[in-house]
């Protein structure tokens, strides 16, 4: 933010370098959706006030009165344990019972011990008073269709009249419906206390109506418990009778089993001890055998294998053989080591043919064969043994297997009397159980005692209810706007319109130049552009805005075309304004209308359309011939002419390029009104000749997809979209406005209507002093500072002195950029030749320069344009005779945030402090 001291004006500059000041809030985000939707909240809301109104108004006074009851558990010893011992009541059971008292049963009792149906009560309130109504209206409506069916002469068979039965069930199911309603049943604290509360609008009748509702409700709850005690021991009757059938015949099947396999209750039990034990005996011995015939099946495979292996290795001979077998075995081995030992000592000595070594190997093979011998007695022995142990561990598992099945037998004929006991056993204890239930209800049934006890009767009330009707009122509204809301919200979903101006560059991928708010027309001159008629107004600033950014996006852009996607958005509107903004920067504009079509610049302008572009193109003629003037003087309009039946043919001749070559050769800036993008070509064919294009969009008028489907054209002929401009927008439709108008609107423009610079309304600067200023600072009321002296040939012809510095937003009506002041300069001109020569001052020469600022920074412009329009500005030469003085104003642009300049003429510089 950036602050100017003694102005009494704070700025606020958003700029795409700050995205963080640009962010959403949610919160904002749903205000401003409520804040252009509001009507959507507004009108549910004005058509329910009446209502709610009316329904206050011709409310009546209620009167409630209320009866208590005490509603205790029930203790019917019908089914389960629980129902008897249980001494509370369960939330579902009293939730049932509540139910039960609202009933229509109970209150259809109740309206027939009361005749209610005979005294029903016409009410007067809204919603009764509707029904009358329609009711009425739809008589009138059956009445004029007979007539007219009548009157056409058709017969209509009329159509029965209720009968008298009718009408009292009609009453009756008033009265019951009518109760039903006033009726409520609210619970105490603890639930077994229930108060029934009954409203109507007279006193006696609700006190009545409360007692009977409850007097019912007892009678009906002691009927039910008679009938349900009763019911219990009908269905107790039944069933023990079915019991007992079912216990003789389970006794009977038994009986005959018995019979049938010769089986009493002490030999079942003795017979199957017996054939456990025997089963027990022989699996025991089948696996003793079977552990005796591994075990010798275990030796023999050790034996095996130790005859197979080398003498040499044989240490040990295992301990189950026969010790004289042990003892020959291990003398051979001794044996067999010693004849190894000689045959090894007499190779040294003897060839392995000699009788020696013949005789040695002959005893060590017939030890070796000796060993074998006894190892394979050993093995025949044991061999033998295994053959023994296999065969009884077969027959024994032969008996095994045969006592099994023996078992299995017998426990399936003991389990077939174990079942059929069991069974008799079964239906012998439900029949002696229900039995015994029968008899407690028998003898229950005449001392039943009702659950359900009235502990305090309803009164007539003495005070009505007090009203709802303020917090209905309320209610009534809360809710009419909650849907209001609602509506809102899904209008705004709903609406494919830019809303916020932050969619647009994510949206377009273009640039979003800013927007021009909505703005009262003129009184007698519709099409006057605001920039002429009231240049202080926002919307004039807000143009100038836009010529701002458009500058900074194309410095050196000459030509630019202003379209839209569809009619009436605002393009004409726009060129007139940029126009204006345009030329008063003392450039020499012209605006050319190209829409062929549907041409309205010359509108804004109040001059003829009878010549102009077409003109030019299809006569022949000097198109510098159809120009014509406007009240900005370095402003010239181009209309269109004639009307042409061939706009794109037009437009594509070399002869239109051509003439848009000489217009940038006689003017600074052209801007080109065209038509629309969509729906025609035109805009494709002369976009690619301009240097930019600007878009102009009414949210109002024109939805997202246009506008994207119009950029898409736009680009596919290359043409260069410089940005977008929301045009024509309301305070409540954008929340930048509010930002933007808050600005504008605090007093900067309280110097422009100046034309004589009163010192009242801007503020003078210091004049520092230079080499030919005098010391200190220098005032309208001091003298005035030179500048310097500007030579004419040998001699100084011309002295310029400086008399005040003064700053402004405004000029004349015409305000600064938002980031850029106007700065004048008072200056003196004085003839001292001494040869009595005219001389001559050209503020061409004259310029500044800044100091203390950033080097980004645009350098100052002189305003040539606005110099000319001010009372004393120095116009163009100034020719100054002998000893003539003349004095006079220049403006020029600079950047706000400049703190000091020089003012240069002809190489003669002042330094001037600007103090911001």
């Given at each position: 933010m950036l602050g100017y001291e003694g102005m009494g004006v704070d700025y606020v500059h958003l700029s795409p370098e700050q995205p963080e000041l640009h962010k959403r809030d949610s919160l904002k985000v749903y205000f401003n959706v409520l804040r252009r939707r509001k009507w959507y909240i507004i009108v549910p809301i004005l058509l329910v006030v009446p209502l709610l109104i009316a329904s206050a108004v011709l409310e009546e006074p209620s009167y409630r009165s209320s009866a208590r009851v005490l509603i205790k558990p029930a203790n019917l010893k019908?089914?389960?344990?629980?129902?008897?011992?249980?001494?509370?009541?369960?939330?579902?059971?009293?939730?049932?019972?509540?139910?039960?008292?609202?009933?229509?049963?109970?209150?259809?009792?109740?309206?027939?011990r009361l005749n209610l149906q005979d005294k029903l009560v016409e009410k007067k309130d809204l919603m009764s008073r509707l029904k009358l109504l329609k009711g009425e209206v739809m008589g009138v409506v059956k009445r004029l269709k007979s007539r007219a069916f009548a009157l056409v002469g058709i017969q209509r068979e009329p159509s029965a009249s209720p009968s008298f039965a009718d009408e009292v069930d009609l009453k009756r199911l008033a009265a019951i419906g009518e109760l039903k309603q006033a009726l409520s049943v609210q619970p105490q604290q603890g639930g077994q206390l229930v108060d029934i509360i009954v409203d109507g609008m007279l006193p006696r009748d609700v006190a009545a109506q409360a007692n009977t509702v409850a007097e019912v409700y007892i009678d009906k709850n002691f009927e039910k418990r008679q009938a349900g005690t009763q019911a219990a021991i009908e269905m107790l009757v039944g069933q023990t009778a079915e019991w007992r059938q079912k216990m003789y015949e389970a006794e009977a099947r038994l009986h005959q089993f018995r019979q049938d396999e010769g089986i009493t209750s002490r030999a079942s039990d003795d017979r199957g001890r017996a054939i456990a034990a025997t089963l027990t005996r022989l699996e025991e011995e089948y696996r003793e055998a079977r552990r005796a015939r591994e075990d010798v099946e275990s030796r023999l495979r050790s034996l095996e294998a130790l005859a197979r292996s080398d003498i040499r290795a044989l240490k040990t001979v295992p301990p189950y053989l026969d010790q004289h077998m042990i003892a020959s075995i291990m003398r051979l081995r001794s044996q067999y080591l010693d004849l190894e030992a000689q045959i090894a000592n007499n190779r040294r000595i003897y060839r392995p043919k000699h009788p020696v070594m013949v005789r040695l190997n002959s005893q060590l093979a017939q030890t070796?064969?000796?060993?074998?011998?006894?190892?394979?007695?050993?093995?025949?022995?044991?061999?033998?043994?295994?053959?023994?142990?296999?065969?009884?561990e077969s027959d024994v598992l032969e008996l095994l297997t045969e006592q099994k099945g023996k078992t299995q037998g017998a426990n399936a004929a003991l389990s077939d009397f174990e079942r059929k006991q069991a069974e008799a056993e079964s239906y012998r204890n439900l029949y002696s159980r229900t039995s015994e239930r029968l008899r407690d209800l028998q003898m229950d049934q005449a001392t039943i005692i009702n659950n359900v006890k009235l502990v305090k009767r309803a009164i007539a009330p003495l005070q009505p209810v007090p009203s709802n009707a303020f917090t209905n009122f309320f209610a009534g509204i809360a809710l009419a706007g909650c849907l209001g809301v609602g509506f809102a919200f899904v209008r705004e979903y709903l609406d494919n319109r830019f809303k916020e101006a932050d969619e647009v560059e994510p949206f377009l991928q273009v640039p979003f130049l800013g927007l021009v708010p909505h703005y009262a027309q003129g009184k007698g001159r519709a099409y006057e552009p605001v920039s002429l008629r009231e240049p202080g107004s926002v919307a004039a600033e807000s143009y100038r805005i836009l010529r701002t950014r458009l500058q900074s996006a194309a410095p050196r852009m000459k030509t630019l075309l202003v379209t839209s996607a569809l009619p009436s958005e605002g393009k004409s509107t726009t060129t007139a304004n940029m126009g204006i903004a345009f030329a008063r920067l003392g450039l020499r504009v012209l605006l050319v209308d190209i829409d062929l079509r549907r041409p309205s610049l010359h509108r804004h302008f109040w001059i003829s359309n009878s010549e102009g572009l077409a003109t030019a193109l299809l006569d022949g003629g000097d198109w510098q011939n159809f120009l014509q003037d406007t009240p900005v003087a370095s402003l010239k309009v181009l209309p269109t002419g004639f009307n042409t039946h061939n706009p794109s043919d037009l437009l594509s001749l070399r002869s239109t390029q051509k003439l848009i070559d000489e217009f940038k050769q006689s003017f600074d800036f052209i801007i080109f009104d065209g038509p629309i993008v969509l729906s025609i070509p035109d805009v494709e064919i002369v976009a690619p000749w301009m240097d930019g294009v600007l878009m102009v969009h009414y949210p109002e008028r024109c939805d997202k997809p246009s506008v994207l489907n119009a950029k898409m054209l736009l680009e596919r002929v290359n043409s260069t979209i410089l940005g977008v401009v929301f045009n024509n927008i309301r305070k409540q439709d954008q929340k930048y406005y509010h930002q933007q108008r808050t600005y504008y609107s605090q007093n900067l423009y309280a110097g422009a209507e100046q034309y004589d610079l009163d010192r009242n309304a801007v503020r003078e600067l210091q004049v520092a002093e230079t080499e030919t200023a005098k010391h200190g600072a220098v005032f309208a009321n001091e003298e005035p500072a030179p500048v310097g002296r500007y030579a004419d040939g040998a001699e100084d012809n011309l002295d310029i002195h400086l008399h005040r510095v003064i700053v402004n937003h405004a000029i004349d009506g015409e305000l600064a950029d938002a980031d850029q002041m106007f700065l004048i300069l008072d200056l003196e001109l004085r003839n001292t030749s001494p040869t009595h020569a005219a001389v001559t001052f050209d503020p061409q020469a004259a310029m500044i320069r800044l100091h203390q600022t950033d080097d980004r920074e645009p350098e100052p412009i002189r305003c040539d344009a606005v110099t000319e329009q001010m009372q004393r500005g120095f116009r163009g030469k100034v020719k100054l005779t002998e000893q003539e003085t003349k004095r006079g104003v220049m403006a020029f642009r600079i950047p706000a945030r400049a703190s000091a300049c020089q003012f240069e003429y002809a190489g003669h510089r002042t330094e001037v402090a600007l103090g911001i």
């Open positions: 019908v089914i389960d344990i629980e129902t008897v011992f249980r001494n509370h009541l369960r939330e579902e059971d009293l939730l049932t019972e509540y139910q039960l008292i609202r009933s229509e049963e109970h209150i259809a009792e109740v309206v027939d070796r064969d000796v060993v074998n011998a006894e190892f394979q007695k050993g093995i025949a022995a044991l061999r033998a043994e295994f053959n023994i142990r296999r065969t009884r």
